[in-house]
């Protein structure tokens, strides 16, 4: 059984050794990428029990996506295969202000996911749930999938997996445009137990800048994270509103960074951590993401999150991870 299972689609990324753009590079390097896979991968390494549940092609990038989480300690015994469709594909174009994605993933395996995949036993065994935005925007039957593991609790709410909803919009994705975007990221974050959203993208969607606003929009929803990039992230959990800074770092590329703030967050949640604690968790190991350019970094040992955590407030904001 897992502490978290994971639902979404996941990809084989196609990179750039390094920072010149893509139409120079002779050679790319193979790697794989997906938010929902990322916070399995990056739970596993914080030392956690992660299962990562979807559908992939029978093509050698299904192979390599399954190998490649199964070596980083994620359960993938549940994921469905797809004889008729392809594996995603995206690539990476770095550029001298930020890098694009170019995606190659519609018809994919993983866009025939359906309401059917939320009767798994792996899902109603799990201790946490997590699903993102992402997955809403990939096809309509992935959407309804996300509609019944959120909205079609009803009075279940409360009594089977925390169900916790990073909201990760994506705005190329969605084919109805922002309004669509908007109203279905909030229906669905409002069902949520627990919820990340970016303050930048809460204000693009919703015209909701501050932290206490987007809580109270985003309610009934017990907790609501904030997060406010290299300023910190606010959590709004049973009427307390808590504030950790970021850590100070060297930002190599920002892909990956809240997909592993949110597996930090939830491995506090799952240790049973006080708010401060779970928000500084969500910052060790998005601070992990920023170093690097890879969407799957290794998480630090936790020896070095452990000393952080036992910081006063302000040793932590003095301090950068190595």
């Known amino acids: 059984m897992a502490d978290l299972v994971c639902v979404g689609e996941t990809m084989v990324v196609l990179s750039p050794p390094d920072a010149r753009p893509l139409a120079e590079q002779p050679v790319l390097t193979m790697a794989i990428g997906g938010a929902e896979s990322n916070v399995a991968c990056a739970l596993a390494g ?5 299962a990562w549940l979807s559908r992939l092609g029978d093509d050698p990038f299904a192979r390599r996506i399954l190998a490649e989480l199964t070596a980083r300690g994620v359960d993938v015994s549940a994921v469905e295969t797809d004889p008729d469709r392809p594996t995603g594909v995206y690539f990476k174009d770095p550029g001298p202000d930020h890098t694009r994605t170019h995606y190659y993933r519609a018809g994919s395996a993983a866009t025939r996911m359906g309401p059917e995949l939320a009767r798994r036993p792996a899902l109603r065994e799990a201790r946490i749930v997590h699903v993102s935005g992402v997955a809403a925007a990939i096809s309509d039957s992935c959407a309804r999938l996300l509609e019944t593991l959120l909205l079609g609790r009803g009075d279940s709410a409360g009594r089977g997996p925390v169900v916790s909803f990073d909201v990760n919009h994506r705005p190329a994705l969605w084919r109805g445009g922002k309004a669509d975007a908007a109203r279905s990221l909030l229906a669905l974050a409002r069902a ?10 809460a204000e693009e969607l919703w ?3 501050r932290p206490a606003d987007i809580a109270a929009l985003l309610g009934p929803a017990p ?12 959590s709004f959990a049973d009427g307390v509103r808590t504030f950790v800074p970021s850590l100070p770092t060297k930002v190599v590329e920002p892909v990956g ?6 597996a930090g967050y939830l491995a506090g949640v799952l240790e049973n951590r006080n708010e401060r604690s779970r928000l ?14 890879d969407d799957v970094p290794v998480m630090p040992p936790r020896t070095e999150t452990d000393r952080y955590l036992a910081l006063d407030n302000d040793a932590w904001a003095a301090m950068a991870p190595q």
């Open 46 to 50: 914080l030392g956690h029990r992660a």
């Open 257 to 262: 960074a809240g997909d592993a703030f949110a």
């Open 280 to 293: 500084r968790l969500g910052h060790l190991a998005a601070a992990a993401a920023l170093r690097t350019r």
């Open 192 to 201: 949520a137990d627990i919820v990340f959203v970016g303050r930048d993208e």
């Open 207 to 209: 015209g909701t800048a």
């Open 223 to 234: 907790v609501v994270i904030v997060k406010d990039a290299e300023h910190g992230a606010t």
